[in-house]
């Protein structure tokens, strides 16, 4: 079966492949209408490869702040990388609503180097979310101006499905459900396809679930949500806990996860907070969006940039989010 993991228009999943057996789906998903660019059907596989865990402590040894930073006016990061390889790289990035040609995005520059946290803060309707879609090759955006490259590659000459298998995750702000696609189903689709690209064996549902059932305890999840359908009924914490499941299954050179603490309760955004820490690596990179300390304080992102009226005016280290949290916006600019 041919399967596209791109779940926008014009691509279709018109049936799940035979072998899966917990779908409850009529044959006919209409993957298009349900399948907007949630859910990571824009993520890389890259968890085909043993992800070497590392503390976040030990990460931060590896992103020497100066100590005297706390907040620096250059949009774009320039704090010491050593000799670790650049991931991303957005310069002067410019893009409108598709539909209403809007302005949105103003210019938003941002370097971010192989194994760095980076947070993304800012007031709500700023462009964070935008910023990440646009990344992540959302059609409901297109881009005027500016340069993305991603591991050396024009990242936008890529369509969103060549992002996800080149090392793109996105978990989205309200990760939307996915009615007749099992959890299992679809994050075994997906992670095959990841295998497909590395020319590797895919894996059977048999095999699948013995590699999938260890990263349930991950994020403090129950087998039974494997085999509910996406996100169908899940509250808000579980569908942010399958999220980060789906990160743990797939992995990703540089995973965005845009608001991935909202609606959850402490219990929750600590577990949540743990599985990502966990997923760290030397390689990879995390860019976060958040509104709260909290989440800083558990992953503690070593970069936080300030976003406004659709670009990074100001970049820091954590010191910012205090700040930030005790005078609000006015504080910083
Ligand atoms: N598809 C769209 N159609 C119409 N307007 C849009 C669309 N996407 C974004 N916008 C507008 O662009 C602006 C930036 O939105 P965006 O979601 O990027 O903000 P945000 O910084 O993520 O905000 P929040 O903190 O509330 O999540 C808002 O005014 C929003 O209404
Ligand atoms: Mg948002």
């Known amino acids: ?58 990460r931060r040894h590896l992103t020497p702040l100066s100590a005297s930073l706390s907040t620096f006016d250059s949009p774009s990061t320039s704090g010491s990388h050593g000799k670790k390889k650049l991931l991303l790289e957005v310069k002067d990035l410019t893009a409108v609503i598709a539909e209403s040609g809007k302005e949105i995005l103003k210019g938003v520059n941002l370097s971010v180097y192989e194994g760095e946290v980076h947070a993304v803060m800012g007031k709500n309707g700023s462009g964070k979310s935008t910023f990440a879609k646009v990344l992540v090759g959302h059609p409901d955006y297109e881009v005027t101006g500016g ?45 095959n396809a990841r295998r497909r690209k590395l020319n590797l064996p895919e894996l059977g549902p ?21 085999n509910r359908n996406v996100n169908e009924g899940f509250s808000g914490g579980e569908r942010k806990r399958n999220e980060i499941l789906q990160l743990a299954v797939l992995g990703a050179d540089l995973s965005i996860l ?71 916006f006015k504080a910083i600019s």
Not at 177 to 187: A, K, R, Y
Not at 206 to 226: G, H, Q, W
Request: with cysteine; aromatic share 10%.
């Open 1 to 58: 079966m041919a399967l596209n993991l791109l779940p926008y228009p014009p691509c279709t999943l018109s049936s799940p492949p035979q072998s899966y057996s917990s779908s409850s789906a009529t044959s006919s998903v209409p993957f298009t209408r349900y399948a907007s660019p949630s859910n990571s059907l824009l993520f890389t596989l890259t968890a085909t490869r043993p992800l070497p865990f590392r503390t976040n402590h030990a």
């Open 147 to 191: 340069s993305v490259v991603f591991k050396g590659e024009n990242l936008l000459e890529m369509e969103a499905e060549e992002r996800s298998l080149a090392g793109l995750f996105m978990s989205f702000q309200s990760p939307i459900e996915i009615p007749g696609v099992s959890n299992i189903d679809f994050l075994n689709m997906a992670y």
């Open 206 to 226: 048999i095999e699948f679930y013995a590699y999938i059932f260890p990263k349930l305890d991950l994020v403090n999840m129950k087998t039974d949500f494997l």
């Open 258 to 328: 845009d608001e991935i603490d909202s609606g959850l309760d402490v219990d929750a955004l600590r577990d949540v907070a743990k599985a990502v820490n966990s997923l760290l690596t030397t390689q990879n990179s995390v860019l976060m969006i958040t509104h709260y300390q909290r989440l800083i304080e558990f992953i503690k992102p070593a970069y936080i940039h300030i976003m406004e009226d659709g670009k990074i005016v100001k970049t820091g280290d954590i010191s910012i989010a205090k700040i930030l949290e005790k005078g609000g």
